[in-house]
């Protein structure tokens, strides 16, 4: 049962323009959500998150967005830059509990 | 400073035998996490360590899977009579204390083949 999905496992996007990636949650028990990003041969490193009381935040080039009622969120990045192709992990958790769920991740190829 | 680190960065077993993977987390967190990643799925919650107790060992898939921590540091997850579908890449992480729960920093993994 995957309780986060990202249903793009890839994305190429022209350098300079704007990258979507996209997350969906069946849990409406989630309330604390975040990107993790991820380079070959290395761990995941925390991107950006949002809690459920916000439907928006943003981080220099990085603005995640929060729609409850869909159960559904983004990160989009702008501009695209060539160090941001990666694999893209979604994650959500319930307020105090340690527990992270993951997405399946969707690999981001900026084109130069 | 030194981030997460985890041995062996791969390990190649034959099924029914036992493997034990380290992670040393990064000095002074006390939160400790283990996550699996299979291959083509998300990463997968196993266990969770603050300090040493193991206050939710709910992700652990059967009795073969056991993990423990020493001196707040050093842990080790020890998977036995390992079956195939026990290939996975093995991901620890840890958090300092006071640091949000969802801000875990991971190590690089441990590439597990159970042939």
């Known amino acids: 049962d995957q309780q986060v999905k990202q249903n793009s496992p890839s994305l190429s996007v022209q350098e300079g323009r704007i990258s979507i990636l996209n997350c969906d949650y069946t849990?409406?028990?989630?309330?604390?959500f975040l990107w993790y990003k991820k380079y070959p041969a290395e761990g995941p490193t925390f991107l950006i998150s949002i809690s459920s009381i916000k439907d928006k935040n943003e981080d220099g080039r990085f603005t995640v967005f929060l729609n409850k009622s869909a159960k559904h969120l983004s990160l989009h990045i702008v501009p695209s830059q060539p160090g941001d192709s990666a694999v893209y992990f979604c994650?959500?958790?319930?307020?105090?509990?340690?527990?992270?769920?993951f997405g399946t991740g969707t690999r981001l190829t900026i084109i130069p | 400073g030194a981030g997460v680190s985890q041995s062996p960065s791969n390990k190649v077993t034959e099924k029914g035998k036992d493997v034990e993977l380290r992670c040393d987390p990064i000095s002074g967190h006390t939160a400790l996490y283990w996550y699996r990643q299979r291959l083509g799925q998300g990463l997968e919650f196993l266990i969770y360590?603050?300090?040493?107790?193991?206050?939710?060992k709910s992700g652990l898939p059967s009795d073969r899977f056991s993990a423990e921590r020493t001196g707040e540091s050093v842990s080790t997850l020890t998977i036995q009579r390992t079956q195939q579908e026990d290939s996975a890449v093995y991901l620890c992480a840890s958090r300092p204390t006071g640091g949000s729960p969802y801000e875990q920093y991971f190590g690089p993994g441990t590439r597990l083949t159970v042939t």
């Open positions: 849990n409406s028990m989630f309330d604390y």
């Open positions: 994650a959500a958790s319930t307020f105090g509990n340690e527990k992270l769920t």
């Open positions: 360590f603050q300090g040493n107790s193991a206050p939710d």
